[in-house]
């Protein structure tokens, strides 16, 4: 089987611009949580908070002919893609654009696009839309606009499964290469939807926290949203040493069930499924595991289900494992959840520095593992994995491996 | 019984699909078989018939009985006739 390996990583999110700087305040335990600042969500009964996107200048990175036509998704993905390929040093010149897939997760859509356009026509009654408002709002929008910027001609196109999208993605990518369709892969996901009516959606499902993020904790209200992208160029082993590329980390196994059961409501048989065939497919025993990045969202529901899961799939080993969610840094980025966690996992392999579990406050006896309590921790870790369960009962799992 | 827990009744039989009989105040709504989603459409449900803004803290699906919701929702009905 082609072993796979992660030579390229770009993020932003509301802890910074690029992956060093995200990485840093998640070992700082910086959170990036806090007041919505992008509309008046005075009225919102969930607290109006978010960890949104700061001080994000397009212009730094868009000439603005391009700009037209992009939703700040695209503008979130094009920049941690440009990040990823740039750190990896690959080029798609040649046979390479074809042997190339990008792969882009993502869980709504171009949604300030979307409601600026449904403003103007209900509020402000307009009969003229803007014209690059589809290929703004779609959700391919991402991949196509990679694509185009870096000239990649292989399979491309967006996988959708909520707050799973990036980790889908990235298994996605994974057996692409596996199965010699393609010899590397941009891959990752995005999200920008911290838009008035997708928050007052939320709010009405009863799972935002109005004080803030504290996944694992006794206290816990809810999950707080966010936004941005991460992506990584993925490549085969030979193909990154041929090249001479620095190898971050293998990316090992992966792994994905379906619950089919509630469309909200998580279940542990399905979390503990997807975890169990990522650590098969990765030819790794649960106690080769030393890191975990929860899906904690921070819903007294999901922490506890994932809880159990994390004991009948680790059995003994569960209360060895460092696990942590970095949501409370970041935020919930639904479709680009997966992909900044992998940003932390790949942190932890590489630097031996855990990163905490914000905001707890004291233990629920529901969630009785080790969560990494606000404070990073030095830790030598040689495998770990990242979960991410979604809504409509969708996980993918992601294991690492760290290299030499 | 008052009219409130009454309406509040009959919002959650129509929901669940069960005798009215069957809901006694000291039911839980997972006692009845209402839960998740939809147990946030009944919430969501009271709210658009009476007009009112339930807070999470008052909707304990779990824990909190039938009766507890009326009295929430009675609560916040007289928070909006004095205002």
Known sequence: ???????????????????????????????????????????????????????????????????????????????????????????????????????????????????????????????????????????????????????????????????????????????????????????????????????????????????????????????????????????????????GATILCELAGTGMSADAGDIAAPSAVGAAAAMSMALRDAGLAPEAIGYVNAHGTGTVANDSTETRALHSVFGTHAKALAISSTKPMHGHALGAGGALELVGTIGALRDGIVPPTLHYLEPDPACDLDYVPNVAREKKIDAAISNSFAFGGLNAVVAVKRMG | MSNVQQETFDIIAKQAKIELDTIKPESTLKDLGIASLDAIEVIFDIEEHFNINLPNEDTDFDGGTVGQLVEAIERQLALKTSE
């Open chain 1, 1 to 243: 089987m082609r072993r796979i390996v992660i030579t390229g990583m770009g993020a932003i999110c509301a802890l910074g611009h690029d992956a060093p700087s995200v990485w840093k305040a998640m070992t700082e335990g910086v959170s990036g949580i806090g007041p919505l600042t992008r509309f008046d969500a005075s009225a919102l009964r969930s607290g109006g908070i978010a960890a949104e996107i700061k001080q994000f200048d397009p212009s730094r990175y868009f000439d603005e002919a391009r700009l037209a036509f992009l939703d700040p998704l695209s503008q979130y993905a094009l920049v941690a893609a440009r990040e990823a390929v740039e750190q990896s040093g690959i080029s798609f010149d040649g046979e390479r654009a074809s042997r190339t897939a990008v792969l882009v997760g993502v869980g709504v859509a171009g949604e300030e696009t979307r409601e600026g356009l449904y403003k103007r026509l209900y509020e402000e009654r307009a009969t003229r839309f803007h014209p690059l408002g589809i290929v703004r709002i779609m959700t391919n929008a991402p991949a196509s606009q990679i694509s185009m910027a870096h000239g990649i001609t292989g399979p491309t196109f967006a996988v959708a499964s909520a707050c799973a999208s990036s980790n889908h993605a990235i298994a996605q990518a994974a057996l692409m290469i596996r199965a010699g369709l393609v010899d590397a892969a941009v891959v990752g996901g995005a999200e920008a939807s911290l838009t008035l009516g997708l928050m007052r959606a939320w709010e009405s499902m009863r799972v935002l926290a109005p004080d803030t993020c504290r996944p694992f904790s006794a206290g816990r209200k809810g999950l707080v949203l966010g936004e941005g992208s991460a992506m990584f160029v993925i490549e085969t082993l030979e193909s990154a040493q041929a090249r």
